[in-house]
């Protein structure tokens, strides 16, 4: 089993930044993706950002978020930069498989974090 617990969430203003946290115990995460993922209440989850060997990212953050992990640490991060009024959700940590591969899709994650909660004021 892994446990993740994602912090970092908050109240920004438009333009302003944040970084995403998320701590994993329990089983390593160092062999297995690592996503994010937001949803709005309503809405379905949507992919955000994902690493393994590479990075992948949603189009609509692109050039804006960066994905990052320390396997020493066990962490994954999420640096949201330039946030608009539209990235507010609720980002959620998620945690592949073993030797898993980024992927956009929920199903292909078998671990996941409660979630934060993220507000972007105009």
């Known amino acids: 089993q892994v446990q993740l617990v994602e912090s970092g969430g908050g109240l920004v203003q438009a333009g302003g930044s944040l970084t995403l946290s998320c701590a994993a115990s329990?089983?390593?995460?160092?062999?297995?993706?690592m996503g994010w993922f937001r949803q709005v209440a309503g809405n379905e989850r949507v992919f955000v950002a994902a690493?393994?060997?590479?990075?992948a990212y949603a189009d609509s953050v692109k050039g804006r978020f960066t994905i990052s992990r320390d396997n020493a640490k066990n962490t994954v991060s999420l640096q949201m930069n330039s946030l608009k009024p539209e990235d507010t959700a609720v980002y959620y940590c998620?945690?592949?498989?073993?030797?898993?591969?980024?992927?956009?899709?929920?199903?292909?994650?078998?671990?996941w974090g409660q979630g934060t909660q993220v507000t972007v004021s105009s």
């Open positions: 329990g089983r390593t995460v160092t062999s297995r993706a």
């Open positions: 998620a945690a592949g498989r073993y030797y898993s591969s980024v992927s956009n899709l929920p199903t292909n994650y078998a671990y």
């Open positions: 690493i393994s060997g590479r990075t």
